[in-house]
Every structure is written in C-alpha cells, then in structure tokens.
C-alpha cells in the first residue's frame, strides 16, 4: 500500500512509518519538523533499509501536499500532524484551532485533489470530557474540557462529513488514549529523552536523573490510591491499531470513530511504583493540589475495536516503562551514579479492584 502519513517524524508517526517501511509499504512523510528532527528520517531508514520519501510542509499548504500525494500515487492517509498540548490550547485556544482544524481541512482539500479516499485520523480521548460512565463508550457525549479536545472533536466532524460527501470514500478517526512507551531502534545516544509530552516520559526522566523529581496534582480522588487514573497504551498497540484500520476499512462506515487503549487503568501511584521496580531507579515525587480541568478516572471500552478490528492491547504497564526505561537510557545515560534501588522479582499487576472492559 502506498501511504502517506501526515506529522510522520512525530512520536506517534515516527513508530507508525517504521512499522509500515517494515511491513513492505510504500510511505510519504509530510512534516514541517517543527517539532520533530529531520534526522528521525535516516534512523527510519538505516532501520528498516526502506527510505520514505519526505515533503517538508505544512499541512495547511493544499497545493504542495496535493502535488506530492497526485506524484506519489497516494492510496491512503494517515493524518498526525497537529498540536497536542492541552495547557497551551488554553493559552493560545485560536492557534489551535488554527493548526488543528485548519490543518485538517487542508489535508482534506488536498486529498480531495490528488484522488486519494482513504483517511485514519489521529484523534483524542479529549473529544469525551468528564467521563458519564466507565469505561468510555464511543457512543458517549462528546464534552471536551479543553480547547485542544474541541479541537479533536470539531476535526472528526470535518472527517465524517468528507467521508459521506461521496461515494466510494473512507475516513476513521481514533481516540487515543495515553499513548506511552517508545521503539529504542529510533534511538541514538545523545538524543533528547524520547517520547511524547506524557506522564510516562515524565517519569522517565526523572528516574535517568536528567530532571529532579514530579509532582502528582491531586491525592484525593476516588480511586485505590486517591490519585488519578488513566488508560496507557503502549505505543506498539497503537500503532498496530493504525495497521488494523488500514486492512479492514473497506468494511466499515464512514465517519467511523473508534477507541484506542488497553481496556483498564493504573493510577499515577501505581505507574511510578511499577517504573521503579522496572528501572530499578527512584522516581522522587510530591503530591499536590488537583489541577483544573483534571478528572479522577478515565479508561476506554475497546469492544468496538476487538469487535470491527479483530485488535486488542497486548502489552502491559510494566511492558510500557519498560520500553520507556530502555529508549531513555539509551538517549542518555544516567547522570547520578546512586539511582540504584533493591527491588524483588515481584511481576507488577494493576490495582484488582479496578473494573475492565471485556
């Protein structure tokens, strides 16, 4: 298949392109590497011994990516690229919807030129809001809390509508949920500590010591341990849900929205306790005050996916730091001789008291 992945030198592209160079497709990268080194490309490369090919653009820019797709003979899109940060959506609430929405509709306009009709979105399990009920259906109202989860849900809207415009196209849109972890074949020492801005990759980089500690904002929620809980996905897991969709979107409605998360929870505890003993390093941390905007518990109902997919998570928390502990050793090696920590063989286990999807 020939695919072009929008924001492919991002986190989540940059392991979605390394799968599919892997699996035998063709890939265009369209990145503005704004917030992405142009060197993710050679490591793809040296990786895999398949070079993608790259237009270095904005999303925005209807005409270069129209041309580049028509060259490229584009059969699918894979769309990444956009802003993440929720605290600076509320900052900048029009830039985000700028680059977000206008982004999609860029990258809509310029598929719809090229011919291709094919389309996985990139979206959130911001679009969602305060959870109504646990775990989150798709079928639950659509509240974001955030200028950036208004972003995601406004896009999908964009998505669904071009999908049932005409005939013969088709769009998917996945609601991530706590992407984590990291590919150490992406990996060269001296690079900056890998991963997304997520909690995970905080925490990696205060186990390595490359900052001093963590704080966990709210300690009294209704939850085992009184912190937050959330859904992780392993990066691998999600990037098998792209591949997933690819197969398999000929026979599904277009406009289609989909969760993407591994069906459970662990608190912000738990994941600090399960890294430590992962990494064998301390993870100083201090609780806090809750922040606004943050919810107690949020986990998905992957049915849908197991169901319309044949895809569920298969890997767990303590494969999540693991991959993480590996990519940021790597990245950079631990700057304090005395991070050591005696851990026994104990295999880490989410909190039992924590309901799952089936």
């Known amino acids: ?7 492919g030198a991002g986190y989540i592209g940059r392991h979605t392109v390394l799968r599919l160079l892997r699996d035998g497709h063709d890939v265009l990268v369209i990145d503005d590497f704004s917030n992405a080194s142009r060197d993710v490309i050679a490591r793809l490369t040296e990786e895999t011994g398949r070079r993608p090919q790259v237009l270095v653009a904005d999303v925005r820019d209807v005409g270069a990516c129209a041309t580049a797709m028509a060259r490229f003979r584009a059969e699918s899109v894979i769309h990444f690229a956009g802003l993440k940060d929720v605290a600076a959506s509320v900052q900048d609430p029009a830039r985000y ?29 911001a679009v969602y809001g305060a959870p109504q009920t646990l775990p989150i259906p798709e079928a639950h109202p659509l509240r974001p809390l ?18 049932r415009a005409a005939e013969g196209r088709r769009a998917v849109s996945l ?11 992406l990996i060269r020492p001296g690079d900056e500590a890998p991963g997304c801005d997520s909690l995970v990759a905080r925490v990696s980089e205060v186990a390595a010591g490359l900052t001093a500690g963590i704080e966990i904002f709210g300690s009294d929620y209704d939850t085992p341990d009184g912190t937050g809980l959330r859904d992780f996905l392993h990066i691998d897991d999600l990037v098998a849900g792209h591949l997933a969709v690819l197969a398999r979107i000929e026979g599904l409605a277009p406009g289609t929205a989909l969760n993407l998360g591994s069906g459970g929870g662990a608190t912000v505890l738990e994941l600090l306790r399960c890294y430590e003993r992962v990494s064998g390093c301390a993870v100083p941390h201090s609780l806090g005050a809750r922040r606004a905007g943050d919810i107690p518990a949020s986990w998905a109902d992957t049915s849908a996916a197991q169901r319309l997919l044949g895809w ?11 991959s993480a502990w590996t990519a940021v050793t790597l990245a950079a090696p631990l700057q304090r001789s005395d991070r050591g920590m005696e851990y026994s063989n104990a295999i880490y286990a989410p909190s039992s008291s924590l309901p799952r999807s089936s």
């Open 1 to 7: 298949m020939r695919v072009v992945a929008t924001g």
């Open 97 to 125: 919807h700028a680059v977000n929405v206008g982004g999609v509709q860029g990258i809509l306009d310029a598929m719809t030129r090229a011919g291709c009709e094919t389309l996985v979105f990139s979206s959130s399990a």
């Open 146 to 163: 955030s200028p950036y989860g208004e972003t995601k849900r406004l896009a999908e809207q964009l998505v669904s509508g071009w999908a």
């Open 175 to 185: 609601r991530y949920f706590n992407p984590a972890g990291a590919a150490p074949a």
């Open 312 to 322: 569920r998570a298969r890997h767990d928390l303590a494969e999540i730091c693991a």
